[in-house]
């Protein structure tokens, strides 16, 4: 059973913000602006995604605002890549 689903196996459903799970994977300490949508939604998909997770983010405003040595705003695995190399290193 991969982490987040229910007892029959499937995958859970998010009706409503509620419903998400209260952890954070990217957390507060980040560089972006208030309300920024970026930011919105890196945080949102972070709370859904189930199993071991690894970032892989290619240079730009999320990777600039979320990464100021020495602190990051990521709490599972980041890996900071070229643009031409996001793909491969994410494969």
């Not at 990217?26 to 995604?49: N, P, S, W």
């Not at 690894?54 to 643009?83: D, I, L, Q």
């Given at each position: 059973m991969v982490g987040g689903e229910g007892m029959s196996g499937q995958a859970p459903v998010f009706k409503t913000p509620k419903d998400l799970p209260r952890?954070?994977?990217f957390t507060e300490g980040h560089r972006l602006c208030a309300g920024c949508g970026a930011g919105i939604i890196?945080?949102?998909a972070m709370k859904v995604i189930r199993g071991p997770t690894v970032v892989v983010n290619p240079t730009g405003c999320v990777e600039v605002s979320?990464?100021?040595y020495p602190y990051?705003?990521?709490k599972v695995p980041?890996?900071?890549v070229a643009f031409e190399n996001g793909a491969a290193?994410?494969?």
């Amino acid at each position: 059973m991969v982490g987040g689903e229910g007892m029959s196996g499937q995958a859970p459903v998010f009706k409503t913000p509620k419903d998400l799970p209260r952890e954070d994977w990217f957390t507060e300490g980040h560089r972006l602006c208030a309300g920024c949508g970026a930011g919105i939604i890196v945080r949102l998909a972070m709370k859904v995604i189930r199993g071991p997770t690894v970032v892989v983010n290619p240079t730009g405003c999320v990777e600039v605002s979320t990464t100021c040595y020495p602190y990051t705003a990521w709490k599972v695995p980041y890996v900071h890549v070229a643009f031409e190399n996001g793909a491969a290193v994410a494969s």
